[in-house]
């Protein structure tokens, strides 16, 4: 009888919305997940960009898709989300569509006419204004279909998909990549997208309680900016987060090209890089519990040491590794392959650690009655990461790998933002303290 109960209410309280939408996340984030661990090989190696450029470019598409969100979620509170899901996935489904045009041999008489930068710049920009709507289109429609008992479920089932995305995305990639071609995995991103259009038009509704939401216009959002933008102590504190997505972000610019230049260019980049996902699935909640009596000051910084050891283990050790080959199932594997699975699986377990404490303590630095607004702005340090970080990480890769031929420097320089972010931190958390005793 209580297990009938509880799948009752379970199954009451969630609006069908919540499971449509959280289905279209899935694929939205395989859908960029796929494209987002070739990238900046597509963008070097295919369309013959060099690094610097290749960063930039990574840096429009990453930085924007990150940041309008804080805008298009007053547009999808005005217009509706189901709105929000069309434009989204339209504009998602065009865009990853053109950016995979531009590297197919039919197309390339067509653009050797034409400076493709401009072109690509413009196609991106296009494509992060679609994927800016998802977010807030996905996470208003858990808010609004699921009850107070299911809420904190709800939100567990998104993240959990969020994952399953980004590790099943770079595995359809490969396959796709290795039997049609890199520039064929931004099409089946574009059909994911398509798909999903699609669904948004057929079954997707919005929650009946998005009527009584309270909306806000675009107004309102830049005065709310304004506003956080005053606080001085909660924008140090996202400033300093920042430099930790930075060291997250090159997994997708400076991995990438060291695996094809010194390991091998047949290597599976895509799975290697969908270690951290896979880690998130698998250990999160065993990680939850193992750190829940630990301080939020210390989870967080737990999570910079990590990510700032992680790099150190590949500046010590990976340059020694590349030509040693150990036998695993009976397939011969670079030992500089594993030292980077590891790597990320390191990371992972350090922002598995501290991720979860980032919110709370966004929540806690945010004055009475701000909390929710504080909250919006979360995601300004992934957003000023990508910014920053890609065209930052094809400059270090270039300046030491290309030009001086010393790669071992480029994970030095990054082991020294992670050193100079644990260290930031741990005197911002001193500062905080005083302030406070």
């Known amino acids: 009888m209580n297990i009938s109960v509880s799948f009752k209410n379970l199954k009451e309280g969630f609006h069908t919305s919540f499971w449509v939408a959280n289905g279209m996340e899935l694929f939205e984030r395989l859908a960029y997940y796929g494209q987002a661990t070739i990238l900046s090989i597509f963008l070097r190696d295919h369309l013959k960009f060099n690094e610097i450029q290749a960063g930039q470019l990574s840096s429009i598409f990453g930085g924007l898709i990150y940041l309008l969100p804080i805008f298009a979620g007053a547009l999808a509170d005005k217009f509706g989300f189901k709105k929000a899901f069309s ?156 430099l930790y997505w930075i060291l997250f972000w090159q997994f997708f610019i400076i991995i990438p090209f060291y695996i094809t230049d010194y390991i091998s260019k047949d290597s599976p980049i895509e799975l290697i890089l969908s270690t951290g996902a896979w880690t998130i699935i698998i250990f999160q909640i065993p990680i939850n519990r193992l750190t829940k009596n630990i301080s939020t000051q210390k989870a967080i910084l737990i999570g910079f040491i990590l990510a700032t050891f992680s790099w150190f283990i590949w500046f010590f050790l990976l340059l020694a590794s590349n030509e040693i080959y150990i036998s695993i199932f009976g397939a011969e594997i670079s030992l500089g392959i594993i030292l980077i699975v590891l790597g990320i699986f390191i990371f992972s377990i350090g922002e598995q650690t501290q991720a979860p404490r980032f919110y709370e303590y966004v929540a806690d630095l945010a004055p009475k009655g701000q909390a929710a607004l504080f909250q919006g702005y979360a995601f300004l340090p992934i957003a000023i990461a990508w910014g920053i970080g890609g065209t930052f990480g094809g400059w270090i890769y270039q300046t030491f790998s290309t030009i001086n031929h010393r790669p071992e420097f480029i994970f030095l320089v990054m082991t020294f933002v992670g050193f100079i972010a644990s260290i930031l931190m741990i005197l911002y958390n001193k500062c905080v303290q005083t302030k406070t005793n």
């Open 87 to 242: 434009i989204a996935f339209g504009f998602l489904a065009i865009g990853y569509f053109l950016i995979g045009l531009t590297g197919m041999n039919f197309f390339a008489n067509f653009y050797s006419n034409f400076d493709l930068y401009p072109i690509l710049s413009l196609i991106l920009i296009f494509t992060s204004i679609g994927g800016s709507f998802i977010k807030p289109s996905v996470l208003g429609t858990v808010a609004l279909s699921t009850t107070n008992q299911t809420k904190s479920l709800g939100y567990a089932i998104y993240y959990w998909l969020v994952n399953t995305g980004a590790a099943l995305g770079p595995l359809f990639a490969y396959f796709v990549r290795d039997i049609f071609g890199i520039e064929f995995v931004y099409i089946v991103s574009s059909i994911s997208c398509a798909l999903m259009f699609l669904t948004t038009r057929i079954f997707y509704n919005n929650p009946p309680a998005q009527a009584d939401n309270g909306k806000k216009d675009l107004k309102a959002v830049i005065i709310n900016l304004l506003k956080v933008l005053k606080n001085i102590r909660f924008i140090t504190f996202l400033l300093i987060f920042s």
